[in-house]
């Protein structure tokens, strides 16, 4: 564990930690505002961000709203963070090529990615990152896209000071404040930012933006701000720890009540940032002399997810909705030793049909003709 | 697993042998660089692409001492199985494996060996059979229960009456319908089971269809056969044979990686699960 630097950046001084990143070769990402929501794009400094805005999102609906605090991280998530940055949503894996003798030769197309510095990242995207790292990161043969875009990756966190009404990262242990994972963390107030160091490589650009110390007052107004946070969470899980509690309630008849509401869309599942679920296919080319072979996310909510002829396992919605649940909060446990839910409350706010498995789940977890 | 699970490698067709309508074996030699032998135990299993169509799971039939080739049994269920059984020596396929646990050889050496398979016949339990017929002093009796729904999804007729008798081998065939010509049982595999008598050195490897599987586990159990000498092998889903793609995720499992041959003491809680 590297030792934490702290100090004070005016806001004024803020684009100092664009300039800083640039000069150290990161291509730099930071929340701009795209079709109604906020995503992660390059940008050149403080001025291609919003300001002052707010996301009023509730099950289903997710909506965007000018603020009057100059603040530039006065709002809690968008639709995705970091997962796609690391997780491709379509790769190429490699391209095989048919010789005239008929000889198949195979070559990687290994992606050559710039160095990525990621400005506005949240606590619950964080502890995403660490559970995917476990996830294709793990083995000898670690996989090899995600692997070489994580290497080189400089990640700028933001407190939240504005959890969304959906947010529940409080009851999963996972937010408002950033724990670790980071490089600098952020704490915004109406004057600027305290910037603390996570690492190494943050220490050493908080020593080249030569801070002063922040005052105790900062200090503690930064806390009470995260105390507010914390306390504006209304929705929560029952339990950090769901092992076997929905596995071993296969039956419940509370299922068939989800699965009424449920499209089977996979928005969730795209917007989960721990969802990690992919399939492979092939692009062959007209030619017919070679063919790509590529990988896409896929979703547990899809037919093809389950198929082995003649037809999917898990045929209905009822037991795709299953899988998907007792996956996140209960198999975790169990492969990666923790719950898949960071409590970012993305599925709740993309959901079409405005599923909140925080109402559900004291349902399942309940008698069956339970009230 | 010694090789790199992300990227394939170029086998040629060395011979093809039709053994029923739709059931054909391919002999593969792997081409390109041989430093690294391809080297798996029964029940492991291979990523077998055709250019331009994709990849399938397919177990390795043939003995893991035949260093300079492989078998894989095929089906033909759909697009690429059916493209496959259009191939023939001198055409290349891709390969990337092999992947899994396979079955436990060496911890079931010295032991009564009983295999059940039903369904559409079986091909990871081949490999087990040619397995110990090849080394048929290093295990104890072998009995082999086949059930096919149909006498015509039955292939390897004359394969199962050569085998039976040999070294004390019993092979017993039964079929769900029966019909002219047919001289093994009628009715479920299960009733294959009073043929053979649980000793503490039997261990059973299973193979079929899920309600299969268990029907034939609950038969061996109330037989007396501990949980511990009962494995079964599971069909899933698999893009990436090697954890990561989510598709054979059954519970807290990942089939592709600590399967799909499984302990079925360590599996039973998730079987028999509609839609699991
Ligand atoms: C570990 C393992 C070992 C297997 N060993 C053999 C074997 O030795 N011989 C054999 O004939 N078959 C075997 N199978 C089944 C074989 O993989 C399928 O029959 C094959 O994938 C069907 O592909 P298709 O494109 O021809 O069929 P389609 O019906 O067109 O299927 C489309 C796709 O669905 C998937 N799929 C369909 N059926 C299955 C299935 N049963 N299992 C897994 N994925 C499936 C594949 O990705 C396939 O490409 C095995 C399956 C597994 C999981
Ligand atoms: S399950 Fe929902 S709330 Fe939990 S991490 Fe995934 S998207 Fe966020
Ligand atoms: S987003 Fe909602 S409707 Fe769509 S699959 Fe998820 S739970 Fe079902
Ligand atoms: S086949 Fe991809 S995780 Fe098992």
């Given at each position: 564990m590297t030792e934490e630097s702290r100090g004070f950046l005016e806001r004024e001084r803020f684009r100092e930690l664009f300039d800083r990143l640039v000069l150290r070769g990161y291509q730099t990402l930071a929340p701009v505002v795209r079709d109604g929501t906020i995503v992660y794009e390059?940008?050149?400094?403080?001025?291609?961000?919003?300001?002052?805005?707010?996301?009023?999102?509730?099950?289903?609906?997710?909506?965007?709203?000018?603020?009057?605090?100059?603040?530039?991280?006065?709002?809690?998530?968008?639709?995705?963070?970091?997962?796609?940055?690391?997780?491709?949503?379509?790769?190429?894996?490699?391209?095989?090529?048919?010789?005239?003798?008929?000889?198949?030769?195979?070559?990687?197309?290994?992606?050559?990615?710039?160095?990525?510095?990621?400005?506005?990242?949240?606590?619950?995207?964080?502890?995403?990152?660490?559970?995917?790292?476990?996830?294709?990161?793990?083995?000898?043969?670690?996989?090899?896209?995600?692997?070489?875009?994580?290497?080189?990756?400089?990640?700028?966190?933001?407190?939240?000071?504005?959890?969304?009404?959906?947010?529940?990262?409080?009851?999963?242990?996972?937010?408002?404040?950033?724990?670790?994972?980071?490089?600098?963390?952020?704490?915004?107030?109406?004057?600027?930012?305290?910037?603390?160091?996570?690492?190494?490589?943050?220490?050493?650009l908080l020593r080249e933006l030569s801070l002063p110390p922040p005052e105790s007052s900062m200090e503690e107004?930064?806390?009470?701000?995260?105390?507010?946070?914390?306390?504006?969470?209304?929705?929560?899980?029952?339990?950090?720890?769901?092992?076997?509690?929905?596995?071993?309630?296969?039956?419940?008849?509370?299922?068939?009540?989800?699965a009424a509401r449920c499209l089977s869309c996979g928005n969730c599942t795209s917007v989960c940032p721990t969802c990690f679920c992919f399939s492979?296919?092939?692009?062959?080319?007209?030619?017919?002399?070679?063919?790509?072979?590529?990988?896409?996310?896929?979703?547990?909510?899809?037919?093809?997810?389950?198929?082995?002829?003649?037809g999917p396992?898990?045929?209905?919605?009822?037991?795709?909705y299953r899988q998907w649940l007792t996956h996140k909060l209960d198999y975790w446990h169990d492969q990666y030793g923790r719950s898949g839910c960071v409590g970012c409350g993305r599925c709740l706010s993309w959901c079409p049909v405005g599923i909140d498995f925080t109402e559900d789940l004291p349902l399942l977890l309940g008698e069956p003709d339970g009230h | 697993m010694d090789t790199d699970p992300h990227f394939p490698r170029a086998a040629i067709i060395r011979d093809r042998i039709q053994e029923a309508p739709t059931v054909f074996t391919l002999r593969l030699e792997p081409e390109g660089d041989t430093s690294v032998p391809f080297r798996f135990t029964p029940g492991q299993f291979n990523m077998v692409g055709v250019m331009g169509l994709g990849e399938v799971p397919l177990s390795i039939v043939s003995d893991p001492s035949d260093l300079d080739f492989f078998d894989h049994t095929v089906r033909i269920v759909g697009r690429v199985t059916g493209a496959m059984a259009r191939m023939g020596p001198g055409d290349r396929v891709s390969i990337r494996g092999?992947?899994?646990?396979?079955?436990?050889?060496?911890?079931?050496?010295?032991?009564?060996?009983?295999?059940?398979?039903?369904?559409?016949?079986?091909?990871?339990?081949?490999?087990?059979?040619?397995?110990?017929?090849?080394?048929?002093?290093?295990?104890?009796?072998?009995?082999?229960?086949?059930?096919?729904?149909?006498?015509?999804?039955?292939?390897?007729?004359e394969r199962f009456s050569r085998l039976n008798g040999i070294g004390g081998t019993r092979v017993f065939l039964t079929s769900d319908t029966g019909g002219s010509g047919w001289e093994g049982a009628v009715g479920p595999v299960t009733n294959l089971i009073e043929n053979i008598s649980v000793t503490k050195k039997t261990t059973a490897k299973i193979c079929g269809p899920e309600p299969m599987m268990i029907a034939t586990v609950r038969k061996l159990l109330d037989q007396g056969l501990a949980e511990e000498d009962l494995w079964v092998s599971l069909e899933r889903?698999?893009?990436?044979?090697?954890?990561?793609?989510?598709?054979?995720?059954?519970?807290?499992?990942?089939?592709?990686?600590?399967?799909?041959?499984?302990?079925?003491?360590?599996?039973?809680?998730?079987?028999?699960?509609?839609?699991?």
């Open positions: 390059e940008v050149s400094g403080p001025e291609d961000l919003p300001r002052g805005l707010r996301d009023l999102q509730t099950p289903g609906s997710y909506r965007l709203e000018a603020g009057e605090s100059g603040r530039f991280f006065s709002w809690a998530n968008g639709p995705q963070a970091l997962k796609p940055l690391l997780f491709a949503p379509r790769e190429i894996l490699w391209e095989t090529r048919r010789e005239s003798d008929g000889a198949l030769s195979f070559s990687s197309s290994s992606p050559s990615p710039r160095p990525l510095a990621v400005i506005g990242i949240r606590a619950c995207d964080l502890s995403a990152l660490a559970l995917s790292d476990r996830h294709f990161g793990k083995g000898p043969f670690p996989d090899p896209g995600y692997a070489l875009r994580r290497r080189d990756l400089f990640l700028v966190a933001v407190d939240c000071s504005h959890p969304a009404d959906t947010c529940f990262c409080v009851s999963t242990g996972d937010g408002p404040e950033a724990q670790s994972g980071f490089d600098l963390a952020l704490g915004e107030l109406d004057s600027g930012f305290l910037v603390r160091s996570g690492s190494e490589k943050g220490r050493e107004a930064l806390k009470r701000q995260a105390d507010q946070a914390r306390s504006s969470q209304t929705r929560r899980l029952p339990s950090r720890n769901l092992r076997n509690a929905l596995a071993s309630r296969p039956d419940h008849p509370h299922w068939n009540n989800l492979e296919r092939e692009e062959p080319a007209l030619d017919g002399h070679s063919s790509l072979h590529l990988r896409e996310w896929d979703s547990c909510f899809t037919a093809g997810h389950s198929y082995i002829h003649p396992l898990r045929g209905e919605t009822r037991f795709r | 092999p992947f899994g646990n396979g079955w436990p050889m060496d911890a079931t050496r010295g032991r009564d060996i009983v295999l059940v398979s039903g369904g559409l016949g079986c091909a990871p339990l081949v490999s087990v059979v040619n397995y110990v017929v090849r080394r048929r002093e290093d295990f104890g009796a072998l009995t082999v229960l086949h059930g096919v729904k149909n006498p015509r999804d039955l292939f390897w007729k889903n698999m893009q990436c044979a090697a954890g990561f793609c989510g598709h054979c995720q059954l519970g807290e499992m990942f089939v592709c990686r600590s399967g799909p041959v499984f302990r079925y003491s360590e599996i039973k809680n998730r079987l028999g699960i509609r839609g699991l």
